[in-house]
């Protein structure tokens, strides 16, 4: 299965975002989604995992949910920060593989 | 956490072997992935290793093109190239896949540069 996800998204500081991640094939919910953050120059860092659960240290203006409906992720960001301008990726992964969707650069403008 | 070695520039038609060093768990009980990052682009799962019995999976783009390989009485993980080319230009990350799929931790990211 492939993890679409748009290119760029821009948004002013303040306001809330929200990040799809389209899963080609199979059910979205047969496989935990997790979001990465990625600044330039740095390591992935989770931001979600497990479709909707956040790490410690991360601020709960980051969430996730999944609809079925659509088969798709969702990363939402409130409360906009210039320090969340990076790049996002989704990821699931079934028993064989992991797939990330191509990312989307969020650009806090 | 995850360490992986330093940073390598390489030769077209070079061979290299990099590596990921797991503390803190138990390395052979979780399955270790390597994911490569072109310069510019997104993340790409190249493959992973069960350092337990060292079974190893490849994505279909990376099958044939590198060997995964781990000796887990060191806790460390390798990812092996044969020949490079140019293209072969890239950050490489190793990361430990949880149980649930996600992946974490990651390493620090080795920087390959193969360039004559």
């Known amino acids: 299965f492939m993890l679409t996800q748009s290119h760029s998204v821009s948004e002013s500081p303040g306001k809330t975002v929200t990040i799809s991640c389209t899963r080609s094939?199979?059910?979205?919910?047969?496989?935990?989604v997790q979001w990465y953050q990625q600044r330039p120059g740095s390591v992935p860092t989770t931001v979600i995992y497990?479709?909707?659960?956040?790490p410690s240290g991360v601020p709960d203006r980051f969430s996730g949910s999944i609809d079925s409906s659509s088969n798709s992720a969702s990363l939402t960001i409130s409360g906009l920060r210039t320090e969340d301008e990076a790049d996002y990726y989704c990821q699931s992964a079934d028993t064989s593989t992991v797939v990330f969707g191509g990312g989307t650069k969020l650009t806090v403008l | 956490q995850l360490v992986q070695s330093g940073a390598e520039v390489k030769k077209p038609g070079e061979s290299l072997k990099i590596s990921c060093k797991g503390s803190?768990?138990?390395?052979?009980?979780?399955?270790l992935g390597w994911v490569r990052q072109m310069p510019g682009k997104g993340l790409e799962w190249m493959g992973s290793i069960y350092p337990g019995d060292s079974d190893t999976t490849y994505s279909p783009s990376f099958q044939g093109q590198v060997t995964i390989s781990a000796d887990k009485s060191i806790s460390t993980a390798y990812l092996q190239w044969n020949s490079l080319k140019a293209s072969d230009t890239a950050v490489y990350y190793c990361a430990r896949r949880t149980a649930t799929g996600s992946l974490d931790p990651w390493g620090q990211g080795t920087l390959v540069t193969v360039s004559s």
């Open positions: 803190g768990y138990s390395f052979a009980t979780f399955w």
């Open positions: 094939s199979g059910n979205i919910a047969k496989n935990y």
């Open positions: 497990d479709d909707d659960q956040r």
